[in-house]
């Protein structure tokens, strides 16, 4: 999840001067630095790229604007025939800066911390393209996918395979597991989840096996509730990340046997802090002890987040594996 932003202080620091958010992303020493920060203070055992979800439809040519505090805008795509074209060269060229960062990273990075790279799941990131933005209710995205469900698929394809190209070089500058986030998969009926959700993320994990066999890969099917099941029988990931509404019971009967567990501590107990913080965290690592887990949260850090409180927690976590 993302472990770098807003409630660092250095973060902010860093943003104010590279001006845009995109500037960030793009400019390989400052997403390397704000990459790095969170690692400094806390010591992860993992970084994950400093980047984000909507810089594949702005390599697909899209106009993205990230507005201080209104979260995303971005060119609205009205109809299944204007879609983008992925033109590789164009598509390569303008995402070059990211894999200069990770390279960059890479380097930097002691050799026991792994580095995460990172892609929007196609459904999530269609849903920016058709929305415009973030969405209350995904009104114009499931008139499309319900309407036309061979148009949709189409603007799916398009992304599976900037995914993965995106993905690739991302493996090829250096990143060691690659993580696709679904932050919407939860807004899909079990028909549309198991097409629009399941497979393209089964597409992009056989694509990436062919040419990298022996990277992980991650997925985050935000809020699938009971289809998470049906997610870690068919989508061929090795990781999952749960979110904060998940069992742990049931997390370790039905899902463990199959991935590895990750996530599902709130992030507004980060916010909080202190004991009730980690009752939770304990739950969560006694719960899931018997399996394979990385110790996450459920979903990013929120800006509110006192950075002592991720302090805490990581230093519990330490102590906990010592002991
Ligand atoms: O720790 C890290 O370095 C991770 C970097 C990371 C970012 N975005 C940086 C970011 C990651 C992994 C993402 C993924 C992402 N981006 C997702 C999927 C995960 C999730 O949170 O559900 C989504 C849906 C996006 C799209 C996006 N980016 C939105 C909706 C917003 C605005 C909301 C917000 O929190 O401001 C962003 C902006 C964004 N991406 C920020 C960061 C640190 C905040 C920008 C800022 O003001 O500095």
Not at 10 to 28: I, N
Not at 33 to 51: C, H, K, N, W, Y
Not at 249 to 267: E, F, I, K, S, Y
Request: proline share 7%; charged share 20%.
């Amino acid at each position: 999840m993302r472990q770098a932003g807003r409630y660092l202080p250095e973060y902010r620091q860093v943003r104010a001067q590279a001006g845009g958010f995109l500037d960030l992303c793009f400019t390989p020493e400052l997403a390397t630095e704000v990459t790095l920060q969170p690692l400094r203070r806390f010591g992860m055992d993992a970084a994950i790229l400093f980047s984000d979800i909507l810089v594949v439809p702005f390599g697909l040519g899209m106009g993205v604007a990230f507005e201080e505090g209104e979260g995303p805008k971005l060119d609205r795509l009205d109809a299944p025939d204007a879609l983008p074209r992925l033109d590789l060269e164009r598509f390569k060229a303008t995402l070059e800066p990211v894999y200069e960062a990770v390279a960059r990273i890479a380097d930097r990075l002691p050799a026991e911390t792994a580095l995460i790279g990172f892609a929007g799941a196609p459904w999530t990131v269609a849903t920016y393209m058709i929305e415009g933005g973030s969405s209350r209710d995904f009104a114009r995205t499931k008139s499309w996918a319900y309407g036309d469900p061979e148009g949709f698929g189409r603007l799916i394809g398009l992304l599976i395979d900037a995914t993965v190209e995106h993905l690739s070089a991302q493996i090829r500058a250096g990143a060691e597991v690659v993580q696709l986030f679904d932050s919407w998969a939860g807004v899909l009926a079990e028909t549309q989840f198991a097409r629009w959700s399941i497979a393209p993320i089964r597409a992009i994990a056989e694509a990436l096996r062919r040419q990298h066999p022996a990277i992980p890969i991650i997925a985050f099917p935000r809020g699938a509730g009971a289809n998470y099941l049906a997610f870690a029988e068919q989508a061929g990931v090795d990781g999952l990340g749960l979110d904060t509404a998940v069992p742990l019971d049931w997390a370790a009967r039905a899902l463990q046997p199959t991935v590895v567990l990750q996530g599902n501590l709130d992030p507004q107990l980060a916010v909080i802090g202190g004991a009730p913080m980690l009752i939770e965290a304990e739950r969560i690592l006694q719960g899931w002890a018997k399996g394979p887990l990385i110790f996450n949260l459920g979903h990013g850090v929120v800006p509110e987040t006192p950075p002592e409180s991720i302090g805490a927690l990581s230093q519990y976590l330490r102590d906990f594996r010592r002991g």
